[in-house]
Protein backbone atom coordinates (compact mmCIF):
# COMPACT_ATOMS: atom_id res chain seq x y z
CA UNK A 1 0.00 0.00 0.00
CA UNK A 2 1.59 3.21 -0.71
CA UNK A 3 1.08 6.79 0.51
CA UNK A 4 0.33 9.23 -2.32
CA UNK A 5 1.90 12.02 -0.04
CA UNK A 6 1.29 14.58 -2.95
CA UNK A 7 -2.33 14.06 -2.49
CA UNK A 8 -1.96 15.13 0.97
CA UNK A 9 0.11 18.10 0.52
CA UNK A 10 -2.91 19.20 -2.20
CA UNK A 11 -5.64 18.59 0.40
CA UNK A 12 -4.33 20.24 3.83
CA UNK A 13 -6.91 22.64 3.55
CA UNK A 14 -9.54 20.02 3.27
CA UNK A 15 -8.60 17.77 6.43
CA UNK A 16 -7.89 20.97 8.70
CA UNK A 17 -11.49 21.78 7.85
CA UNK A 18 -12.43 18.20 8.40
CA UNK A 19 -10.22 17.23 11.72
CA UNK A 20 -11.84 21.01 13.17
CA UNK A 21 -15.49 19.38 12.00
CA UNK A 22 -14.85 16.00 13.61
CA UNK A 23 -13.51 17.73 16.68
CA UNK A 24 -16.18 20.15 17.12
CA UNK A 25 -18.65 17.36 16.78
CA UNK A 26 -17.03 14.75 19.52
CA UNK A 27 -16.50 17.74 22.08
CA UNK A 28 -19.69 19.10 21.57
CA UNK A 29 -21.66 15.51 22.54
CA UNK A 30 -18.98 15.13 25.20
CA UNK A 31 -19.88 18.54 26.89
CA UNK A 32 -23.78 18.21 26.55
CA UNK A 33 -23.33 14.29 27.74
CA UNK A 34 -21.74 16.28 30.86
CA UNK A 35 -24.05 18.87 31.11
CA UNK A 36 -26.84 15.73 30.93
CA UNK A 37 -25.63 13.44 33.08
CA UNK A 38 -24.46 15.35 35.67
CA UNK A 39 -28.02 16.80 36.76
CA UNK A 40 -29.16 13.06 36.47
CA UNK A 41 -26.46 11.42 38.47
CA UNK A 42 -27.01 13.52 41.62
CA UNK A 43 -30.65 12.48 41.00
CA UNK A 44 -29.37 8.54 40.63
CA UNK A 45 -27.39 9.34 43.81
CA UNK A 46 -29.70 10.88 45.95
CA UNK A 47 -32.72 8.67 44.86
CA UNK A 48 -32.11 4.87 45.02
CA UNK A 49 -35.12 3.81 42.82
CA UNK A 50 -34.54 6.15 40.49
CA UNK A 51 -30.78 5.00 40.08
CA UNK A 52 -31.94 1.68 38.98
CA UNK A 53 -34.27 3.14 36.25
CA UNK A 54 -31.42 5.89 34.89
CA UNK A 55 -28.44 3.16 34.25
CA UNK A 56 -30.70 0.54 33.10
CA UNK A 57 -32.39 3.30 30.70
CA UNK A 58 -28.69 4.34 29.51
CA UNK A 59 -27.51 1.14 28.89
CA UNK A 60 -30.41 0.06 26.73
CA UNK A 61 -29.59 2.71 24.42
CA UNK A 62 -26.24 2.05 24.06
CA UNK A 63 -27.36 -1.25 22.93
CA UNK A 64 -28.67 0.48 19.98
CA UNK A 65 -26.07 0.26 16.74
CA UNK A 66 -24.99 3.79 16.18
CA UNK A 67 -26.02 3.68 12.57
CA UNK A 68 -29.57 2.89 13.55
CA UNK A 69 -29.70 6.39 15.56
CA UNK A 70 -28.78 8.73 13.17
CA UNK A 71 -31.41 6.74 10.78
CA UNK A 72 -33.89 7.11 13.70
CA UNK A 73 -32.96 10.74 14.27
CA UNK A 74 -33.34 11.50 10.66
CA UNK A 75 -37.38 12.07 10.71
CA UNK A 76 -37.14 14.65 13.65
CA UNK A 77 -33.38 16.33 12.74
CA UNK A 78 -32.48 15.55 9.52
CA UNK A 79 -29.25 14.89 7.44
CA UNK A 80 -27.67 17.94 10.10
CA UNK A 81 -24.65 18.06 12.34
CA UNK A 82 -27.54 18.25 15.04
CA UNK A 83 -28.44 14.66 14.22
CA UNK A 84 -24.51 13.40 14.54
CA UNK A 85 -24.25 15.68 18.03
CA UNK A 86 -27.88 14.28 19.29
CA UNK A 87 -26.47 10.58 18.64
CA UNK A 88 -22.70 11.09 19.98
CA UNK A 89 -24.47 12.32 22.97
CA UNK A 90 -26.60 9.51 23.59
CA UNK A 91 -23.77 7.05 23.69
CA UNK A 92 -21.63 9.19 26.23
CA UNK A 93 -24.31 9.25 28.79
CA UNK A 94 -23.85 5.75 29.54
CA UNK A 95 -20.59 5.91 30.39
CA UNK A 96 -20.73 9.66 32.27
CA UNK A 97 -24.13 8.77 33.63
CA UNK A 98 -22.07 5.34 35.44
CA UNK A 99 -19.29 6.95 36.50
CA UNK A 100 -20.73 10.19 37.81
CA UNK A 101 -22.69 8.13 39.88
CA UNK A 102 -19.89 5.83 41.25
CA UNK A 103 -17.81 8.68 41.74
CA UNK A 104 -20.72 10.14 44.08
CA UNK A 105 -20.57 6.74 45.88
CA UNK A 106 -16.98 7.14 46.16
CA UNK A 107 -17.00 10.03 48.40
CA UNK A 108 -16.10 9.04 52.03
CA UNK A 109 -19.68 9.33 54.21
CA UNK A 110 -16.99 10.36 57.07
CA UNK A 111 -16.80 13.60 54.83
CA UNK A 112 -19.95 14.02 53.75
CA UNK A 113 -21.22 13.95 57.46
CA UNK A 114 -18.48 15.96 58.79
CA UNK A 115 -19.61 18.90 56.06
CA UNK A 116 -22.86 18.08 57.50
CA UNK A 117 -21.69 18.78 60.94
CA UNK A 118 -19.97 21.82 60.27
CA UNK A 119 -23.08 23.30 59.14
CA UNK A 120 -23.17 23.17 55.18
CA UNK A 121 -26.09 22.96 53.51
CA UNK A 122 -26.77 20.29 50.70
CA UNK A 123 -26.41 21.81 47.79
CA UNK A 124 -23.09 23.69 49.31
CA UNK A 125 -22.12 20.05 50.55
CA UNK A 126 -22.89 18.63 47.12
CA UNK A 127 -20.52 21.78 44.93
CA UNK A 128 -17.61 22.10 47.03
CA UNK A 129 -17.09 18.47 48.77
CA UNK A 130 -19.17 15.83 46.83
CA UNK A 131 -17.87 16.77 43.07
CA UNK A 132 -14.58 17.65 43.64
CA UNK A 133 -13.76 14.39 45.09
CA UNK A 134 -15.99 11.93 43.13
CA UNK A 135 -14.28 14.15 40.14
CA UNK A 136 -11.24 11.70 39.54
CA UNK A 137 -14.31 9.13 38.70
CA UNK A 138 -15.88 11.52 36.71
CA UNK A 139 -13.15 12.31 34.69
CA UNK A 140 -11.93 8.83 34.12
CA UNK A 141 -15.80 8.74 32.81
CA UNK A 142 -15.25 11.84 30.38
CA UNK A 143 -11.65 10.43 29.09
CA UNK A 144 -13.14 6.87 27.81
CA UNK A 145 -16.79 9.39 26.67
CA UNK A 146 -14.18 11.67 24.96
CA UNK A 147 -12.01 9.02 22.65
CA UNK A 148 -15.39 6.68 22.35
CA UNK A 149 -16.72 10.14 20.45
CA UNK A 150 -13.69 10.74 18.61
CA UNK A 151 -13.88 6.92 17.05
CA UNK A 152 -18.06 7.15 16.39
CA UNK A 153 -18.48 10.79 14.36
CA UNK A 154 -16.84 8.88 11.63
CA UNK A 155 -19.96 6.60 11.43
CA UNK A 156 -21.76 10.02 10.82
CA UNK A 157 -20.55 9.61 7.35
CA UNK A 158 -23.84 7.75 6.23
CA UNK A 159 -25.91 11.09 6.71
CA UNK A 160 -23.59 12.93 5.51
CA UNK A 161 -21.28 14.45 8.00
CA UNK A 162 -19.12 12.49 10.09
CA UNK A 163 -15.93 14.71 9.53
CA UNK A 164 -12.66 12.17 9.37
CA UNK A 165 -14.87 9.99 8.28
CA UNK A 166 -15.40 10.86 5.27
CA UNK A 167 -12.32 10.42 3.90
CA UNK A 168 -12.80 6.68 4.53
CA UNK A 169 -15.77 6.87 2.38
CA UNK A 170 -13.78 8.74 -0.36
CA UNK A 171 -10.82 6.31 -0.14
CA UNK A 172 -13.48 3.20 -0.31
CA UNK A 173 -15.21 4.11 -3.49
CA UNK A 174 -12.23 5.16 -5.64
CA UNK A 175 -10.19 2.13 -4.48
CA UNK A 176 -7.42 4.64 -3.74
CA UNK A 177 -5.83 3.89 0.30
CA UNK A 178 -4.08 7.29 0.93
CA UNK A 179 -7.35 9.10 2.47
CA UNK A 180 -8.22 6.22 3.89
CA UNK A 181 -4.80 6.24 5.83
CA UNK A 182 -4.67 9.62 6.92
CA UNK A 183 -7.86 9.73 8.70
CA UNK A 184 -6.58 6.75 10.83
CA UNK A 185 -3.67 8.70 11.72
CA UNK A 186 -5.87 11.89 12.44
CA UNK A 187 -8.46 10.21 14.15
CA UNK A 188 -5.59 8.37 16.68
CA UNK A 189 -3.59 11.91 16.96
CA UNK A 190 -7.03 13.87 17.95
CA UNK A 191 -7.87 10.90 20.52
CA UNK A 192 -4.58 11.13 21.95
CA UNK A 193 -4.18 14.61 22.20
CA UNK A 194 -7.78 14.66 23.58
CA UNK A 195 -6.92 12.40 26.25
CA UNK A 196 -3.33 14.13 26.90
CA UNK A 197 -5.44 17.36 27.49
CA UNK A 198 -8.24 15.64 29.57
CA UNK A 199 -5.37 14.69 31.98
CA UNK A 200 -3.84 17.44 32.15
CA UNK A 201 -6.99 19.14 33.48
CA UNK A 202 -7.39 16.81 36.05
CA UNK A 203 -4.20 17.16 37.56
CA UNK A 204 -4.45 21.19 37.28
CA UNK A 205 -8.20 20.18 38.94
CA UNK A 206 -7.29 17.74 41.82
CA UNK A 207 -4.15 19.15 43.31
CA UNK A 208 -4.71 17.25 47.22
CA UNK A 209 -3.73 14.17 45.12
CA UNK A 210 -0.32 14.98 43.88
CA UNK A 211 2.24 14.13 46.43
CA UNK A 212 0.22 10.52 47.54
CA UNK A 213 2.68 9.92 51.08
CA UNK B 1 -25.97 24.84 79.53
CA UNK B 2 -27.12 21.81 78.16
CA UNK B 3 -29.98 20.30 79.08
CA UNK B 4 -32.14 16.78 77.81
CA UNK B 5 -35.72 16.41 79.39
CA UNK B 6 -36.88 13.31 78.98
CA UNK B 7 -35.42 12.55 75.68
CA UNK B 8 -36.27 9.12 73.48
CA UNK B 9 -35.03 8.08 70.63
CA UNK B 10 -36.29 4.86 68.73
CA UNK B 11 -34.55 4.45 65.32
CA UNK B 12 -36.73 3.48 62.34
CA UNK B 13 -35.44 -0.44 62.58
CA UNK B 14 -37.19 -0.24 65.83
CA UNK B 15 -34.48 -0.18 68.37
CA UNK B 16 -34.44 2.31 71.55
CA UNK B 17 -30.89 4.54 71.21
CA UNK B 18 -31.72 6.83 74.40
CA UNK B 19 -33.95 5.61 76.88
CA UNK B 20 -36.41 8.64 78.79
CA UNK B 21 -32.86 10.62 79.40
CA UNK B 22 -32.73 13.68 81.37
CA UNK B 23 -29.31 15.17 81.59
CA UNK B 24 -27.83 18.23 82.41
CA UNK B 25 -24.54 19.61 80.95
CA UNK B 26 -23.09 22.18 82.97
CA UNK B 27 -21.85 25.19 81.34
CA UNK B 28 -17.67 25.61 80.61
CA UNK B 29 -17.25 22.30 82.16
CA UNK B 30 -15.82 18.66 80.46
CA UNK B 31 -18.65 15.78 80.28
CA UNK B 32 -17.79 12.55 79.27
CA UNK B 33 -20.49 9.98 78.19
CA UNK B 34 -19.14 6.48 78.50
CA UNK B 35 -20.64 3.10 77.83
CA UNK B 36 -20.06 0.26 75.80
CA UNK B 37 -20.75 0.31 72.05
CA UNK B 38 -24.23 0.54 71.51
CA UNK B 39 -25.66 2.23 74.36
CA UNK B 40 -26.20 5.49 73.11
CA UNK B 41 -23.65 7.90 74.11
CA UNK B 42 -23.14 8.68 70.19
CA UNK B 43 -26.87 8.51 69.45
CA UNK B 44 -26.59 11.92 72.44
CA UNK B 45 -24.03 13.22 71.21
CA UNK B 46 -25.39 13.71 67.94
CA UNK B 47 -28.64 14.96 69.02
CA UNK B 48 -27.48 17.86 70.51
CA UNK B 49 -26.09 19.58 67.12
CA UNK B 50 -29.27 17.65 65.45
CA UNK B 51 -27.07 15.19 62.98
CA UNK B 52 -29.89 12.83 64.82
CA UNK B 53 -33.16 13.83 65.67
CA UNK B 54 -35.05 12.48 68.85
CA UNK B 55 -38.05 11.10 68.95
CA UNK B 56 -39.69 12.76 72.05
CA UNK B 57 -38.47 14.95 74.66
CA UNK B 58 -36.63 18.15 74.50
CA UNK B 59 -33.10 19.51 73.74
CA UNK B 60 -32.09 22.75 75.01
CA UNK B 61 -28.67 24.51 74.40
CA UNK B 62 -28.31 27.85 76.25
CA UNK B 63 -32.01 27.75 77.17
CA UNK B 64 -33.11 27.45 73.40
CA UNK B 65 -34.79 24.00 72.26
CA UNK B 66 -32.45 22.87 69.43
CA UNK B 67 -35.03 21.75 67.15
CA UNK B 68 -36.53 24.92 66.72
CA UNK B 69 -33.49 26.36 64.76
CA UNK B 70 -32.48 25.96 61.65
CA UNK B 71 -29.92 22.74 61.34
CA UNK B 72 -27.21 24.11 59.47
CA UNK B 73 -26.88 27.63 61.83
CA UNK B 74 -27.57 25.41 65.21
CA UNK B 75 -24.70 22.91 64.20
CA UNK B 76 -21.99 26.40 62.86
CA UNK B 77 -22.54 27.26 66.04
CA UNK B 78 -21.34 23.70 67.98
CA UNK B 79 -18.08 22.64 66.99
CA UNK B 80 -17.73 19.11 66.29
CA UNK B 81 -14.75 16.79 66.57
CA UNK B 82 -15.41 13.73 64.82
CA UNK B 83 -13.58 10.11 65.16
CA UNK B 84 -10.25 9.59 62.66
CA UNK B 85 -10.70 13.50 62.49
CA UNK B 86 -12.94 13.06 59.43
CA UNK B 87 -11.33 16.10 57.23
CA UNK B 88 -11.67 17.37 53.86
CA UNK B 89 -8.90 15.48 52.13
CA UNK B 90 -9.20 17.87 49.52
CA UNK B 91 -8.86 20.95 51.26
CA UNK B 92 -5.44 22.08 53.08
CA UNK B 93 -5.37 21.89 56.57
CA UNK B 94 -5.52 25.67 56.67
CA UNK B 95 -8.93 25.67 54.50
CA UNK B 96 -10.00 22.48 56.42
CA UNK B 97 -9.81 24.85 60.17
CA UNK B 98 -11.42 27.64 57.73
CA UNK B 99 -14.48 25.98 56.76
CA UNK B 100 -16.83 27.55 59.96
CA UNK B 101 -16.13 30.75 59.57
CA UNK B 102 -16.06 30.57 55.91
CA UNK B 103 -19.73 29.44 55.86
CA UNK B 104 -20.57 32.40 58.44
CA UNK B 105 -19.88 34.60 55.93
CA UNK B 106 -16.34 35.68 56.71
CA UNK B 107 -13.69 36.85 54.17
CA UNK B 108 -11.26 34.74 53.22
CA UNK B 109 -8.66 36.78 54.50
CA UNK B 110 -10.13 36.47 57.91
CA UNK B 111 -11.26 33.17 57.67
CA UNK B 112 -7.36 32.17 57.03
CA UNK B 113 -5.57 34.08 59.21
CA UNK B 114 -7.99 32.89 62.26
CA UNK B 115 -7.21 29.14 61.03
CA UNK B 116 -3.72 30.04 60.60
CA UNK B 117 -4.01 31.44 64.91
CA UNK B 118 -5.91 27.84 65.76
CA UNK B 119 -3.10 25.55 63.83
CA UNK B 120 -0.41 27.51 66.90
CA UNK B 121 -3.14 27.00 69.06
CA UNK B 122 -3.69 23.29 69.31
CA UNK B 123 0.38 22.84 68.83
CA UNK B 124 1.09 22.86 65.14
CA UNK B 125 3.68 24.01 63.44
CA UNK B 126 2.80 26.90 60.58
CA UNK B 127 4.28 24.61 57.90
CA UNK B 128 1.44 21.98 58.46
CA UNK B 129 -0.97 25.04 56.80
CA UNK B 130 -0.30 24.14 53.24
CA UNK B 131 -0.60 20.65 53.81
CA UNK B 132 -3.56 18.46 52.96
CA UNK B 133 -4.66 15.86 55.38
CA UNK B 134 -3.29 13.00 54.24
CA UNK B 135 0.51 14.17 54.62
CA UNK B 136 -0.13 13.98 58.53
CA UNK B 137 0.09 11.50 60.73
CA UNK B 138 -3.05 10.44 62.87
CA UNK B 139 -2.01 12.91 66.07
CA UNK B 140 -1.61 15.77 63.58
CA UNK B 141 -5.40 15.11 62.19
CA UNK B 142 -6.90 14.74 65.38
CA UNK B 143 -5.13 18.15 66.05
CA UNK B 144 -6.82 20.14 63.10
CA UNK B 145 -9.96 18.14 63.54
CA UNK B 146 -10.02 20.62 66.96
CA UNK B 147 -8.99 23.79 65.38
CA UNK B 148 -11.52 23.04 63.04
CA UNK B 149 -14.19 22.75 65.53
CA UNK B 150 -12.44 26.01 67.96
CA UNK B 151 -12.53 27.84 64.45
CA UNK B 152 -15.40 29.87 65.20
CA UNK B 153 -14.93 29.95 68.31
CA UNK B 154 -18.48 28.06 69.46
CA UNK B 155 -19.51 28.15 73.25
CA UNK B 156 -20.13 24.09 72.62
CA UNK B 157 -18.03 21.85 71.54
CA UNK B 158 -19.10 17.88 70.92
CA UNK B 159 -16.81 15.71 70.89
CA UNK B 160 -17.13 11.71 69.36
CA UNK B 161 -14.24 9.35 70.51
CA UNK B 162 -11.56 12.08 69.40
CA UNK B 163 -8.71 10.25 70.24
CA UNK B 164 -9.83 6.57 69.24
CA UNK B 165 -7.47 5.67 66.81
CA UNK B 166 -4.54 7.10 67.88
CA UNK B 167 -1.38 5.43 69.75
CA UNK B 168 -1.53 5.33 73.53
CA UNK B 169 1.40 8.11 73.97
CA UNK B 170 -0.17 10.21 71.30
CA UNK B 171 -3.50 10.07 73.03
CA UNK B 172 -1.91 11.01 76.33
CA UNK B 173 -0.50 14.01 74.53
CA UNK B 174 -4.21 14.87 73.01
CA UNK B 175 -5.45 14.63 76.34
CA UNK B 176 -3.30 16.76 78.11
CA UNK B 177 -3.54 19.36 75.45
CA UNK B 178 -7.52 19.67 75.75
CA UNK B 179 -7.27 20.03 79.39
CA UNK B 180 -4.35 22.50 78.71
CA UNK B 181 -7.02 24.44 76.22
CA UNK B 182 -9.87 23.96 78.38
CA UNK B 183 -8.68 26.03 81.42
CA UNK B 184 -7.96 28.88 78.67
CA UNK B 185 -11.14 28.76 76.87
CA UNK B 186 -13.56 27.12 79.17
CA UNK B 187 -15.89 25.87 76.80
CA UNK B 188 -18.82 23.66 77.50
CA UNK B 189 -17.79 19.94 76.26
CA UNK B 190 -19.57 16.71 75.70
CA UNK B 191 -17.02 13.79 75.09
CA UNK B 192 -18.05 10.35 74.15
CA UNK B 193 -15.21 7.60 74.80
CA UNK B 194 -15.16 4.03 76.03
CA UNK B 195 -12.53 4.38 77.65
CA UNK B 196 -12.80 4.79 81.34
CA UNK B 197 -9.52 6.64 82.05
CA UNK B 198 -9.79 9.07 79.53
CA UNK B 199 -13.08 9.82 81.16
CA UNK B 200 -11.75 9.95 84.69
CA UNK B 201 -8.92 12.15 83.48
CA UNK B 202 -11.03 14.52 81.48
CA UNK B 203 -14.43 14.89 83.05
CA UNK B 204 -15.57 17.55 85.27
CA UNK B 205 -18.98 14.87 85.24
CA UNK B 206 -18.93 11.33 83.91
CA UNK B 207 -22.09 10.40 82.69
CA UNK B 208 -22.40 6.50 82.53
CA UNK B 209 -24.64 4.67 79.82
CA UNK B 210 -25.91 1.21 79.49
CA UNK B 211 -26.99 -0.88 76.79
CA UNK B 212 -30.79 0.26 75.54
CA UNK B 213 -29.81 3.76 75.59
CA UNK B 214 -30.23 4.06 79.89
CA UNK B 215 -28.41 6.58 81.69
CA UNK B 216 -27.06 5.00 84.81
CA UNK B 217 -25.22 7.27 86.91
CA UNK B 218 -23.64 10.97 86.16
CA UNK B 219 -21.32 12.63 88.90
CA UNK B 220 -18.12 13.84 89.33
CA UNK B 221 -14.91 11.26 88.79
CA UNK B 222 -14.38 11.16 92.29
CA UNK B 223 -17.90 10.50 93.45
CA UNK B 224 -18.61 7.75 90.64
CA UNK B 225 -15.42 6.06 91.51
CA UNK B 226 -16.05 6.23 95.62
CA UNK B 227 -19.64 5.29 94.93
CA UNK B 228 -20.61 3.67 92.12
CA UNK B 229 -24.77 3.78 91.55
CA UNK B 230 -24.67 -0.21 90.94
CA UNK B 231 -23.00 -3.06 90.08
CA UNK B 232 -22.90 -1.98 86.56
CA UNK B 233 -21.36 0.97 87.32
CA UNK B 234 -18.89 -1.06 89.63
CA UNK B 235 -17.84 -3.53 86.87
CA UNK B 236 -17.86 -0.87 84.30
CA UNK B 237 -15.34 1.10 86.30
CA UNK B 238 -13.19 -1.77 86.67
CA UNK B 239 -11.49 -3.67 89.62
CA UNK B 240 -9.05 -0.83 90.49
CA UNK B 241 -11.67 1.93 90.72
CA UNK B 242 -9.80 2.75 94.06
CA UNK B 243 -6.72 3.46 92.86
CA UNK B 244 -8.43 5.36 89.18
CA UNK B 245 -9.81 7.81 92.00
CA UNK B 246 -5.69 8.29 93.68
CA UNK B 247 -4.98 9.40 90.16
CA UNK B 248 -7.66 12.66 91.01
CA UNK B 249 -5.89 13.60 93.62
CA UNK B 250 -2.37 15.21 93.88
CA UNK B 251 0.57 14.97 96.07
CA UNK B 252 1.03 18.53 96.72
CA UNK B 253 -0.98 18.51 100.79
CA UNK B 254 1.45 15.13 101.42
CA UNK B 255 3.87 16.17 103.82
CA UNK B 256 7.77 15.88 102.78
CA UNK B 257 10.68 15.13 105.38
CA UNK B 258 14.44 15.80 104.30
CA UNK B 259 16.03 12.86 103.07
CA UNK B 260 17.67 10.46 105.15
CA UNK B 261 21.45 10.31 105.96
CA UNK B 262 23.51 7.74 106.45
CA UNK B 263 21.44 4.59 105.86
CA UNK B 264 22.02 1.44 103.49
CA UNK B 265 20.45 3.39 100.86
CA UNK B 266 21.63 6.57 100.13
CA UNK B 267 19.99 9.20 97.60
CA UNK B 268 22.54 10.17 95.08
CA UNK B 269 21.91 13.76 93.62
CA UNK B 270 24.10 15.25 90.53
CA UNK B 271 25.36 18.64 91.46
CA UNK B 272 21.99 21.18 91.01
CA UNK B 273 20.57 18.68 93.95
CA UNK B 274 18.32 16.88 91.23
CA UNK B 275 17.76 12.86 92.51
CA UNK B 276 19.51 10.50 90.17
CA UNK B 277 18.80 6.95 92.01
CA UNK B 278 19.13 5.10 95.09
CA UNK B 279 22.38 3.58 96.03
CA UNK B 280 24.11 1.21 98.21
CA UNK B 281 27.69 0.58 97.73
CA UNK B 282 27.38 -1.74 95.35
CA UNK B 283 23.77 -1.32 93.45
CA UNK B 284 21.72 1.27 92.15
CA UNK B 285 17.93 1.71 91.92
CA UNK B 286 16.22 3.95 89.46
CA UNK B 287 13.65 6.30 90.57
CA UNK B 288 11.43 8.88 89.37
CA UNK B 289 10.69 11.69 91.15
CA UNK B 290 7.84 13.16 91.46
CA UNK B 291 6.33 17.05 91.66
CA UNK B 292 3.56 18.33 93.66
CA UNK B 293 1.40 18.31 90.61
CA UNK B 294 1.58 14.49 90.17
CA UNK B 295 -1.11 12.18 91.13
CA UNK B 296 -1.68 10.54 94.35
CA UNK B 297 -1.34 7.38 92.35
CA UNK B 298 1.79 8.06 90.75
CA UNK B 299 3.08 8.47 94.37
CA UNK B 300 1.95 5.11 95.40
CA UNK B 301 3.59 3.36 92.47
CA UNK B 302 6.76 4.99 93.48
CA UNK B 303 6.84 4.05 96.63
CA UNK B 304 5.72 0.47 96.08
CA UNK B 305 8.94 0.40 93.55
CA UNK B 306 11.48 2.43 96.11
CA UNK B 307 13.62 0.11 97.62
CA UNK B 308 13.48 2.54 101.10
CA UNK B 309 9.66 3.14 100.67
CA UNK B 310 10.46 6.88 100.38
CA UNK B 311 9.55 8.97 96.93
CA UNK B 312 12.13 11.80 96.09
CA UNK B 313 10.01 15.07 96.00
CA UNK B 314 11.10 17.64 93.68
CA UNK B 315 10.67 21.40 92.41
CA UNK B 316 9.69 22.92 89.22
CA UNK B 317 13.20 22.51 88.01
CA UNK B 318 14.00 18.86 89.48
CA UNK B 319 15.56 19.84 92.41
CA UNK B 320 15.44 17.99 95.51
CA UNK B 321 12.78 19.00 97.97
CA UNK B 322 12.35 16.09 100.36
CA UNK B 323 11.27 12.72 100.45
CA UNK B 324 7.60 11.14 101.90
CA UNK B 325 7.17 7.56 103.04
CA UNK B 326 5.24 5.29 102.06
CA UNK B 327 2.95 5.65 105.27
CA UNK B 328 2.29 8.96 104.52
CA UNK B 329 0.91 8.70 100.77
CA UNK B 330 -1.57 5.54 101.91
CA UNK B 331 -2.96 7.53 104.70
CA UNK B 332 -3.58 10.32 101.88
CA UNK B 333 -4.62 7.57 100.05
CA UNK B 334 -7.50 6.72 102.68
CA UNK B 335 -8.61 9.94 103.25
CA UNK B 336 -8.84 10.47 99.70
CA UNK B 337 -11.56 7.35 99.61
CA UNK B 338 -13.21 8.87 102.59
CA UNK B 339 -13.46 12.67 101.58
CA UNK B 340 -15.03 10.78 98.11
CA UNK B 341 -17.58 8.74 100.44
CA UNK B 342 -18.81 11.70 102.61
CA UNK B 343 -18.97 14.36 100.42
CA UNK B 344 -20.87 12.10 97.63
Redesign the interface.
Known amino acids: MNIDWSWIGDHTDDLTTLTLSHLQAALTAVLLGVLISLPLAVLAHRIRPLRGFLLGLSNVLFTIPSIAIFVLLLPVSGLTRTTTVIGLTVYTLVVLLRNTVEGLDSV ?1 V ?2 K ?9 PL ?1 TLLT ?1 EL ?2 ALPVIMAGVRIATVMSISLVSVATYIGDGGLGQLFTDGFQRNFPTPVIVGVVLTLLLAVAADALLVALQYVL ?1 P ?1 RR ?3 | MIQFDAVHKRFANGTTAVHDLSLRVPEGGVTVLVGSSGCGKTTTLRMINRMVEPTSGTIRVGGKDVTEQDAAELRRSIGYVIQQAGLFPHRTVLDNVATVPLLLGWSRRRARSRAAELLETVGLAPDAARRYPHQLSGGQQQRVGVARALAADPPVLLMDEPFGAVDPVVRTQLQDELLRLQKELSKTIVFVTHDVDEAVRLGDQIAIFRTGGHLVQCAPPAELLARPADDFVAGFLGAERGLKLLSLRTLADVPQAPAPQGGTWTLVLDEAGRPLHWATRDTEVPLRPLRDGDSLLAALDESVASPTGLTARVDADGVLTGVTSRDDILRHAGRAHTEARVSA
Open positions: PKVEAAKAMGTRRVPLTWRRA
